[in-house]
């Protein structure tokens, strides 16, 4: 065997994290088993039918049944939606940003001045590096052209011409298969000039990062699109304003353009029913740690935490649930106790204290330390920060640095206190919110699982450490 | 010098950004470079400067900022083990370990005989398949059991040598 067949004995076949039958009323994730990503595949699984719904291109080999409007009038699949429909439909969906921040996407597309002469842009945000989060990554390589077609969908209703997305650099495979659907997509007349026929036209292009969480912070990933250094800019302006090469930029998750054709096939009203008011549709959770099946799993918005546990296998080799980090590594961390009183979707979340984030839920069993985890995750940061701002630069390194030596039961009864004032001092002083990111994680530790701290800081002490004031 | 096959496929990424934004291709270019001499040298960041008509020091901005260029020439095989909470839950320090015990290194080093590099790596964005492990930049091992560590170090040593002896 040659080196290139020793490695492809080890990849990973999406088996464990995506194909399984654990997916509640899946919409992205349907139906997919790993060879069945190409465009005919796609096509086949009623791929394309949205953008097609939309030019008013039905496609004729594949006759759709006659829909009809609210009033119950039959609706002319030739006449197309107008940007404003797609927008309005979006925004009735009750869709929200899946990258992390939850805002919603139909009041972000109509920030887009469309009216502006000029060159728009529009970007995906595939660089999926936020520790726990492992969705887009499936989405990308088993079912890259909803996302393609995704974004034609967003790029017609804001009246942008060219979009790029950019993929974590770490998963360069993804890369290259979502480089080959484009080429097919191109091929087919989806993407190009005079898409299907019509006036509209729309060029996508892949792009990849190199290893930096902070080009995950979307002015950082707009500077690196622009071949410089991930340092985030100050906002306002922004993107909307003053995006990629200064010009108006619509930029989303991987997993909101991956939501659209749904909602355009099937009604905004549709979407929102399949999850809860506020929190429409479904959502991809990532779980890791602690379980017996870690993976992505992909259910309606509010379904209960307790039943994502069991989807998952439940926490490991049956032990008891300790806490639950639910949104990604810069969520504050739950206590069991609190979880399991909380469904899955961001007013839930919100409400008892973390954030839903990107949906990557790590779970840690009763046999975990809070300490050597929180340690894990302030090293993170440390190594993550860009530099920029003198609170986050400084203070990532000094929390770390203060929690090493809890860690190795060099603390000092003042610690603690200390790490709150650090964790203050960033947070809100920083350019970007990997500042907050960061201080987050240390406070919730703090506030839930202080005692555990405390007792490492006293076995220093009884074992004739020099207190310390 | 840039070879005729590097400056094609630097053709493609350039296409992709407006003629006036040329410099949006240097992340890609370094990559390509990296994947044809195994690391970025200061001749490679002039080339690339020159190509993308941008200041070499802006060239050098990139390669030192982002974690995955290679500074210096590393091992035929770079082995990224993620070690970031999620996998730290399910082994992926672990993971490390066994690699330094297996070649007889500490993670940052390579070996005499220069076939690994082994680095600790923050969050691949595949916490699902921990214990993970990228080798040489564009190859994600899932999975990685101390077992399958071995097989693959032992795979591809063997496959190394068969190539020298042919």
């Given at each position: 065997?040659?080196?290139t067949?020793?490695?492809?004995?080890?990849?990973?076949t999406g088996?464990?994290?995506?194909f399984?039958?654990?997916?509640v009323?899946?919409q992205?994730y349907?139906?997919?088993?790993?060879?069945?990503?190409r465009?005919?595949?796609?096509?086949a699984r009623g791929?394309y039918?949205?953008?097609?719904?939309?030019?008013?291109?039905p496609?004729?080999?594949n006759?759709?049944?006659?829909?009809?409007?609210?009033?119950g009038?039959?609706?002319?699949?030739?006449a197309?939606?107008?940007?404003d429909?797609?927008?309005?439909?979006?925004?009735e969906?009750?869709l929200?940003g899946?990258?992390?921040?939850?805002?919603?996407?139909?009041?972000?597309?109509?920030?887009?001045p469309?009216?502006?002469?000029?060159?728009?842009?529009?970007?995906?945000?595939?660089?999926?590096?936020?520790?726990?989060?492992?969705?887009d990554r499936d989405?990308l390589?088993?079912?890259p052209?909803?996302?393609i077609?995704g974004?034609?969908?967003a790029a017609?209703?804001m009246g942008?011409?060219?979009?790029?997305?950019?993929?974590?650099?770490?998963?360069?495979?993804?890369?290259?298969?979502?480089?080959?659907a484009?080429?097919?997509?191109?091929?087919?007349?989806?993407?190009?000039?005079?898409i299907?026929g019509?006036?509209?036209?729309?060029?996508?292009?892949?792009?990849?990062?190199?290893?930096?969480?902070?080009?995950?912070?979307?002015?950082a990933?707009?500077?690196?699109?622009?071949?410089?250094k991930?340092q985030?800019?100050?906002?306002?302006?922004?993107?909307?304003?003053?995006?990629?090469?200064?010009?108006?930029t619509?930029?989303?998750?991987?997993?909101?353009?991956?939501?659209?054709?749904?909602?355009?096939?099937?009604?905004?009203?549709a979407?929102?029913?399949?999850g809860?008011?506020?929190?429409g549709?479904?959502?991809?959770?990532?779980?890791?740690?602690d379980?017996?099946?870690?993976?992505?799993?992909?259910i309606?918005?509010?379904?209960p935490?307790?039943k994502?546990?069991?989807?998952?296998?439940g926490?490991?080799?049956?032990?008891q649930?300790?806490?639950?980090?639910?949104?990604?590594?810069?969520s504050?961390?739950?206590?069991?106790?609190?979880?399991m009183?909380?469904?899955?979707?961001y007013?839930?979340?919100?409400?008892?204290?973390?954030?839903?984030g990107?949906?990557?839920?790590?779970?840690m069993d009763?046999?975990r330390?809070?300490?050597?985890?929180?340690?894990?995750?302030?090293?993170?940061?440390?190594?993550?920060?860009?530099?920029?701002c003198?609170?986050c630069r400084?203070?990532t390194?000094?929390?770390w640095r203060?929690i090493?030596r809890i860690?190795?039961?060099?603390?000092?009864?003042?610690?603690l206190?200390?790490?709150?004032?650090?964790?203050?001092?960033?947070?809100?002083?920083?350019?970007?919110?990997l500042?907050?990111?960061?201080?987050?994680?240390?406070r919730?530790m703090l506030?839930?699982?202080?005692?555990?701290?405390?007792?490492?800081?006293?076995?220093?002490?009884?074992a004739?450490?020099?207190?310390?004031? | 010098?840039?070879?005729?096959?590097?400056?094609?496929?630097?053709?493609?990424e350039?296409?992709?950004y407006?003629?006036?934004?040329?410099?949006?291709?240097?992340?890609?270019?370094?990559?390509?470079?990296?994947?044809?001499?195994?690391?970025?040298?200061?001749?490679?960041?002039?080339?690339?400067a020159?190509?993308l008509?941008?200041?070499?020091i802006?060239?050098?901005?990139?390669?030192t900022?982002?974690?995955?260029?290679n500074q210096?020439?590393v091992g035929r095989?770079?082995?990224?083990v993620?070690?970031?909470?999620?996998?730290?839950?399910?082994d992926?320090?672990k993971?490390?370990?066994?690699?330094?015990?297996?070649?007889?290194i500490?993670?940052?080093?390579?070996?005499a005989?220069?076939?690994?590099?082994?680095?600790?790596?923050?969050?691949l964005?595949?916490?699902?398949?921990?214990?993970?492990?990228?080798?040489?930049d564009?190859?994600?091992?899932s999975?990685m059991?101390?077992?399958?560590?071995d097989?693959?170090?032992?795979g591809?040593r063997?496959?190394?040598?068969?190539?020298?002896?042919?």
């Amino acid at each position: 065997m040659n080196a290139t067949q020793v490695l492809s004995q080890f990849q990973a076949t999406g088996v464990q994290t995506c194909f399984h039958d654990r997916h509640v009323e899946p919409q992205i994730y349907a139906g997919l088993n790993g060879s069945n990503w190409r465009l005919k595949d796609y096509e086949a699984r009623g791929g394309y039918q949205a953008l097609r719904k939309i030019l008013g291109k039905p496609d004729s080999a594949n006759d759709a049944p006659a829909q009809t409007d609210a009033e119950g009038k039959a609706i002319d699949p030739n006449a197309g939606l107008t940007q404003d429909q797609v927008i309005a439909t979006v925004k009735e969906s009750g869709l929200r940003g899946r990258g992390g921040a939850g805002f919603p996407t139909g009041l972000k597309w109509s920030f887009m001045p469309r009216q502006f002469p000029g060159q728009k842009y529009l970007v995906c945000n595939s660089d999926e590096g936020e520790p726990g989060t492992c969705k887009d990554r499936d989405i990308l390589m088993y079912n890259p052209h909803i996302v393609i077609e995704g974004m034609i969908i967003a790029a017609y209703a804001m009246g942008i011409s060219v979009g790029y997305n950019y993929i974590h650099g770490e998963i360069f495979q993804v890369y290259d298969r979502f480089e080959a659907a484009l080429e097919e997509a191109r091929e087919a007349g989806y993407l190009g000039d005079a898409i299907l026929g019509s006036k509209f036209s729309f060029q996508l292009h892949a792009a990849h990062g190199f290893g930096a969480y902070i080009c995950g912070e979307e002015t950082a990933l707009l500077e690196s699109l622009e071949g410089k250094k991930g340092q985030p800019r100050f906002k306002p302006p922004f993107p909307a304003s003053f995006g990629l090469y200064g010009k108006p930029t619509t930029i989303n998750n991987t997993e909101t353009f991956a939501a659209v054709p749904w909602i355009i096939r099937h009604g905004g009203a549709a979407y929102l029913a399949c999850g809860k008011p506020n929190n429409g549709g479904t959502k991809i959770f990532s779980v890791s740690g602690d379980v017996e099946r870690p993976g992505n799993y992909e259910i309606p918005m509010g379904t209960p935490f307790s039943k994502l546990l069991e989807l998952a296998g439940g926490v490991r080799k049956g032990r008891q649930l300790k806490a639950v980090i639910p949104g990604g590594s810069s969520s504050p961390v739950m206590p069991a106790s609190v979880i399991m009183e909380c469904t899955m979707d961001y007013d839930s979340i919100a409400k008892a204290g973390s954030m839903l984030g990107s949906g990557a839920v790590i779970v840690m069993d009763d046999s975990r330390s809070m300490v050597e985890s929180l340690l894990r995750l302030s090293y993170f940061y440390s190594h993550e920060s860009c530099g920029q701002c003198t609170p986050c630069r400084e203070g990532t390194g000094w929390m770390w640095r203060v929690i090493d030596r809890i860690q190795n039961q060099e603390g000092r009864e003042s610690d603690l206190d200390l790490l709150n004032s650090v964790a203050d001092n960033i947070q809100g002083r920083t350019i970007c919110a990997l500042g907050d990111a960061a201080a987050m994680p240390v406070r919730a530790m703090l506030k839930h699982f202080r005692p555990e701290f405390e007792t490492l800081i006293r076995a220093r002490t009884a074992a004739g450490g020099t207190a310390h004031v | 010098m840039i070879s005729y096959s590097i400056r094609t496929r630097f053709d493609r990424e350039v296409a992709k950004y407006p003629a006036e934004q040329r410099q949006s291709a240097v992340m890609a270019c370094l990559s390509i470079v990296q994947q044809e001499q195994g690391f970025v040298s200061i001749e490679s960041e002039h080339d690339i400067a020159e190509y993308l008509g941008m200041p070499q020091i802006a060239v050098h901005e990139v390669t030192t900022f982002y974690n995955m260029y290679n500074q210096q020439p590393v091992g035929r095989f770079k082995l990224n083990v993620c070690t970031n909470l999620p996998c730290q839950l399910r082994d992926g320090q672990k993971a490390l370990h066994h690699l330094e015990h297996k070649l007889g290194i500490a993670m940052g080093e390579t070996t005499a005989d220069g076939l690994f590099t082994l680095q600790q790596s923050e969050c691949l964005g595949a916490c699902a398949d921990s214990p993970v492990m990228l080798v040489n930049d564009r190859t994600m091992c899932s999975f990685m059991s101390n077992e399958k560590l071995d097989q693959l170090v032992d795979g591809l040593r063997a496959a190394e040598s068969t190539k020298e002896n042919a």
